[in-house]
């Protein structure tokens, strides 16, 4: 039997009207068919496609007009009458890492943490500090090498946003960056400290080349890092207020928070002892390059007057992307296949709720579609969410994010040639060169997050989809098997439904 896609497109607020007729008028020149598409009223709908071919696969996904910001949502049922019918659906089994995806809700914290400094820093005009500026404290060493003592270090516990004082001490020193060890802590190996040095030294010109340069805070001439005790989740992280003097955050912020005045980047200990190391260590130096390039953009951002940070799901996706520029995919394929399995539905734009895999397929996505340029141009916008994405791509959102699913539909099936939908470098095959520097073949995550067949609320029932609410800018996959002779949707807005054959 001939497999087919069904693609469903929610278009939740009619005012983009516009954008669906230029849809409608689309020239498709590859194998995905428009079916129908029919207008979607507030209720039920009955779907128009042909009885006579096999429902294979059903992605969709809500979409509203390019507005910063906007959380609207879409609530929705769909069931099918069909014969003999089968379905599968992703299966919560243990082929991604768990320290992987834990990691992200304390990104959710922290971003919101950041976020709030960087928001009240911009609209006070209040400038991060320089190395010769009066109101520095200069508590960073001004001179450092190996022995140096760091004290008074404040350790910001995200969870519970309090401090923890710490010393620490130089224990390496490479090109581009001091390291830092907690005092009391066991030294890290002599290995351990060599790869973390030279992976570094490696990864800042990637950075430099890609995105560009940091500011010397505290004018000690290197990046720092304190490897210190952070809670199990997180392996490492960029902390906003270092960036601007404690005079200025605590008389103009917080008397609360803290600042260490220096360009300093923090580094989960805990990551390299009990055996974790020899199971983590992609992840732990993927950490260094990650953190950095937030570390840029807050710099870059702030020398040329703008916001200091994008959208943090941009942000982190662009964060993801210098973890592939340094040749550190292999977790990924854990992140794409926590995505696939459990988070399907959330919104790509959401500026609370991250997904890695999600945000990382993106980025990706945009290098690969635009080039490496299209960092840098969203490096210097005046804006710092989707208006950004439009001005570096030149694309409107709404399009460039329909091309984005097709490509997840169509990538790697053997239906298109075309560079917008069928990527090479995500369908490398397993073991070949270009799969090793890529870090997946899309179609085997998605294929392989499918064959776990079972019965979950959160995706499917024997009468369909349970009320699962779709965010604007989300989209979902699952796979049903059978001949279907009634396809219904339905839904609490207006919009467009559309369905599409993929193979």
């Given amino acids: 039997?001939?497999?087919?896609?069904?693609?469903?497109?929610?278009?939740?607020?009619?005012?983009?009207?516009?954008?669906?007729?230029?849809?409608?008028?689309?020239?498709?020149?590859?194998?995905?068919?428009?079916?129908?598409?029919?207008?979607?009223?507030?209720?039920?709908?009955?779907?128009?496609?042909?009885?006579?071919?096999?429902?294979?696969?059903?992605?969709?996904?809500?979409?509203?007009?390019?507005?910063?910001?906007?959380?609207?949502?879409?609530?929705?049922?769909?069931?099918?009458?069909?014969?003999?019918?089968?379905?599968?659906?992703?299966?919560?089994?243990?082929?991604?890492?768990?320290?992987?995806?834990?990691?992200?809700?304390?990104?959710?914290?922290?971003?919101?943490?950041?976020?709030?400094?960087?928001?009240?820093?911009?609209?006070?005009?209040?400038?991060?500090?320089?190395?010769?500026?009066?109101?520095?404290?200069?508590?960073?060493?001004?001179?450092?090498?190996?022995?140096?003592?760091?004290?008074?270090?404040?350790?910001?516990?995200?969870?519970?946003?309090?401090?923890?004082?710490?010393?620490?001490?130089?224990?390496?020193?490479?090109?581009?960056?001091?390291?830092?060890?907690?005092?009391?802590?066991?030294?890290?190996?002599?290995?351990?400290?060599?790869?973390?040095?030279?992976?570094?030294?490696?990864?800042?010109l990637l950075i430099h080349q890609y995105y560009g340069e940091e500011e010397d805070t505290d004018g000690n001439g290197k990046v720092s890092f304190v490897i210190t005790n952070l809670k199990a989740q997180l392996y490492g992280f960029f902390y906003i207020a270092d960036k601007y003097s404690e005079q200025e955050i605590i008389n103009k912020f917080s008397s609360s928070e803290r600042t260490n005045e220096s360009d300093v980047l923090y580094i989960n200990y805990n990551f390299f002892i009990n055996g974790k190391w020899d199971i983590c260590k992609t992840d732990i130096l993927a950490t260094f390059i990650h953190e950095f390039q937030h570390m840029v953009m807050f710099d870059v951002r702030s020398r040329l007057g703008l916001y200091p940070i994008v959208n943090i799901w941009i942000t982190e996706g662009l964060s993801m992307l210098a973890e592939y520029y340094g040749g550190y995919t292999a977790p990924h394929y854990a992140y794409l296949a926590y995505y696939f399995q459990k988070n399907q539905g959330i919104s790509l734009i959401s500026t609370s709720t991250i997904d890695y895999g999600l945000e990382y397929l993106f980025a990706r996505y945009l290098q690969i579609r635009f080039g490496d340029s299209f960092i840098q141009k969203i490096y210097t916008s005046q804006y710092n969410g989707i208006k950004a994405v439009e001005e570096a791509t030149g694309m409107n959102f709404n399009e460039l994010f329909l091309d984005f699913t097709k490509m997840i539909l169509l990538t790697g099936r053997g239906v298109t040639n075309d560079t917008r939908y069928n990527i090479e470098e995500f369908n490398y095959p397993e073991g070949s060169e270009g799969f090793n520097r890529n870090g997946f073949n899309l179609a085997s995550v998605i294929d392989e997050a499918y064959?776990?067949?079972?019965?979950?609320?959160?995706?499917?029932?024997?009468?369909?989809?349970?009320?699962?609410?779709?965010?604007?800018?989300?989209?979902?996959?699952?796979?049903?098997?059978?001949?279907?002779?009634?396809?219904n949707l339905t839904s609490q807005k207006d919009g467009v439904a559309g369905i599409y054959y993929a193979w």
């Fill in 1 to 204: 039997m001939s497999k087919i896609y069904i693609f469903l497109f929610l278009l939740i607020i009619t005012g983009c009207a516009a954008d669906v007729e230029s849809n409608k008028k689309e020239n498709v020149n590859y194998t995905t068919l428009l079916a129908s598409e029919n207008a979607l009223t507030e209720g039920n709908n009955t779907l128009n496609y042909d009885t006579n071919r096999m429902l294979h696969t059903l992605i969709y996904y809500a979409q509203s007009p390019a507005i910063e910001n906007s959380n609207l949502t879409n609530s929705y049922s769909i069931s099918g009458i069909r014969e003999n019918s089968q379905h599968t659906i992703p299966y919560n089994n243990t082929f991604f890492s768990k320290a992987n995806i834990m990691q992200q809700n304390s990104r959710d914290i922290l971003n919101n943490i950041n976020n709030s400094i960087a928001e009240h820093a911009y609209n006070n005009k209040i400038e991060p500090t320089k190395n010769d500026s009066l109101s520095l404290s200069k508590k960073a060493p001004s001179v450092v090498t190996i022995g140096t003592k760091w004290e008074n270090i404040n350790i910001l516990d995200i969870y519970t946003k309090t401090f923890t004082v710490i010393n620490a001490t130089c224990i390496a020193e490479s090109e581009y960056a001091y390291f830092f060890l907690q005092d009391g802590l066991d030294n890290l190996t002599v290995e351990q400290i060599e790869e973390i040095k030279a992976a570094f030294d490696k990864d800042y």
């Fill in 451 to 487: 064959s776990y067949a079972a019965m979950n609320n959160s995706f499917i029932t024997s009468s369909g989809y349970n009320n699962k609410t779709l965010s604007m800018y989300g989209f979902a996959i699952t796979k049903w098997n059978g001949v279907f002779n009634e396809l």
